[in-house]
């Protein structure tokens, strides 16, 4: 390959071809950071809850993997967190098991040496005090063995925990920061149930930690993707002319799965599907699809424009809402048996701006459904013609999972002396394209762990963004939507989930419930079909006519 000279300006690095974009550096003071932690410096990752779902399922494999790529400092130490009384060979087994497909056989034992274990309580000074002893021993057997080592050592703390004993942890956390480099905590969501409790939360936080310490993680900003999302805006100039109001109709975003709780029903119970899902990955996907174009891609620049668009998304509604609920939810172990929490969720969203104005927003999502699938389906207005009959709409389909693709439907003629028209697919596969021999695309937790590592908060959620999330701020104005009619006074802060939640509780509003294995309550589709959405089903390949 013929070497290129690069010219580094701003979040752009520019060759003497294509100019290529990446992510930049979230401000001055961590652009030492973005780099790798220096290799002469210990890196101790911290798992809090390391013998839960999360952890085991993801974050362990997430991290075997990228230390078997050197992307983080070989100087990298793992230590278990939990209240679980495994010894340090029974917690290794454990880690071992969950890592032996994650990566090649021989990169399993030296990432599973790497792995300590701690077992204590969440809320006890003592037990994060043996966890800080265990911590400085391990990280200064690093300083004497390294070449020259230094005794900096650097800190991430993971909480794999339930949102209800985050303050407890984080207060412990406090007193065994690290006191010679930097330290980061990862919280994961959801960040409360609702505008109040988000709001506690974060002030609390916040009075324990910086905001530049605090990664707030939404695993679904490090998918595939959700990440090519920017890219395939702004760097195609064929996008941005049609990204508005006259050019489409409808944008759908969807995640489905087909699996039940598995036995977290007490947990998911507490929060719901529109909680759990839907108030944080799917509003995290709308606002990427529907902001601006950000001043570059500094992280703050991208979270300044996604706050924006999310300040002008009116309230969801009861009236523009559809909740469901699997059969035989309510007899899982943990679920009480008079339960109305939603586990399928479909709500109408608009988005009120000039690009946006009158265009719907869907966001839907629910478990125990026909098949598991995540996609963001833009439909566009129909072609004003009177040359052709039963013109399908076009759709600009992203397809977030299984089997990441892009793919464009597009109205042709059938091959051959036929004048049929069929609706056919211009599709991108990333498996088919980009993987090399079966290696699948990176996770999403490999993602994000890398750029807490390198200081980079472009993926992660800020305070003033999830309270946007949450809540938005509006100036006298009405507007009409089909049959419903939205009035919003001036000086008046109306929250997008947070009153339909509270109406759905306080009306007792019992879900309609689906049957498992199927596309969820009918009545999601009719909203769909009121508001103008128009399924356009994937058509057979048709067979040329001699």
């Known amino acids: 390959m013929q070497h290129q000279s690069l010219v580094r300006t701003g979040s752009i690095v520019k060759t003497h071809c294509a100019p290529v974009y990446t992510r930049s550096c979230p401000g001055a003071a961590d652009k030492a950071t973005c780099a790798l932690t220096a290799k002469d410096q210990a890196f101790t990752v911290v798992v809090l809850g ?71 309580d969440y809320g006890s000074a003592d037990d994060f005090a043996a966890l800080d002893r265990k911590a400085r021993e391990l990280e200064q057997a690093c ?26 942890a984080a207060t412990r956390v406090k007193g065994i920061l690290s006191a010679t480099g930097w330290n980061r905590l990862i919280v ?51 996008y941005e002319p049609l990204w508005n109001k006259s050019a489409i109709k409808s944008v759908l975003i969807t995640f489905k799965e087909n699996i039940d709780t598995e036995g977290r029903g007490g947990y998911f119970d507490e929060f719901g599907i529109i909680r759990d899902v839907m108030q944080n990955h799917l509003i995290q996907v709308l606002a990427l699809v529907a902001m601006e174009a950000p001043v570059s891609l500094c992280a703050e ?39 109305r929490t939603p586990t399928f969720a479909l709500v109408r969203l608009c988005v009120q701006n ?57 109205m042709n003629k059938v091959p051959g002396i036929s004048d049929e028209l069929v609706s056919t697919e211009l599709e991108l596969s990333y498996q088919q394209r980009f993987s090399t021999k079966g290696v699948p695309l990176p996770d999403a937790y490999e993602h994000l762990i890398r750029d807490v590592v390198r200081g980079d908060h472009s993926l992660f959620v800020r305070s003033d963004e999830l309270t946007a999330a949450w809540k938005v701020r509006w100036r006298e104005n009405t507007f009409v939507f089909g049959s419903v009619s939205f009035y919003l006074s001036s000086n ?33 589709d009719e909203l769909l079909q009121q508001s103008g959405f128009v399924y356009v089903k994937k058509q057979p390949q048709p067979q040329p006519l001699r």
């Open 50 to 120: 390391a013998s839960g779902d999360l952890a085991k399922k993801k974050l362990f494999p997430a991290l075997a993997k990228i230390t078997h790529e050197g992307l983080v400092p070989p100087q990298t130490l793992i230590v278990g967190f939990a209240r679980t009384k495994f010894t340090q060979e029974e917690f290794r087994a454990m880690v071992r098991s969950r890592v032996e497909n994650a990566v090649p056989a021989e990169a399993v034992d030296s990432f599973v040496a790497k792995v300590h274990y701690v077992a204590g």
């Open 354 to 410: 000039q690009r946006w104005a009158g265009v719907p927003f869907f966001l839907k999502c629910g478990k125990a459904l026909n098949e598991r699938k995540a996609e963001i389906r833009i439909q566009f207005r129909p072609p004003v013609t009177y040359l052709y009959d039963n013109v399908l709409q076009n759709e600009l389909v992203i397809r977030i999972q299984p089997d990441e693709a892009v793919y464009v439907t597009m």
């Open 143 to 168: 300083a004497k063995a390294g070449a020259g080592a230094s005794s900096k050592a650097n800190r991430i703390f993971y909480f794999s925990l339930p949102p209800s004993v985050y303050l407890t």
């Open 188 to 238: 994961e969501k959801p960040f409360g149930r609702d505008l109040d409790s988000s709001a506690a939360l974060q002030r609390d936080l916040m009075a324990l930690y910086s905001e530049d310490q605090i990664y707030r993680i939404d695993h679904y900003l490090g998918k595939e993707m959700v990440l090519n999302l920017l890219t395939l805006r702004f760097a195609n100039s064929i």
């Open 492 to 524: 008046t802060r109306s929250q997008i989930f947070t009153p339909l939640l509270h109406e759905l509780e306080t009306r007792k509003t019992q879900p309609i419930v689906y049957r498992r294995n199927t596309r969820g309550p009918a009545e999601a």
């Open 301 to 339: 620049d991208i979270r300044d424009e996604k706050v924006k668009v999310l300040r002008c998304i009116a309230p969801a509604c009861v009236e523009a809402a559809v909740v469901g609920q699997y059969e035989g939810y309510a007899a899982e172990p943990g679920v009480p048996h008079d339960t």
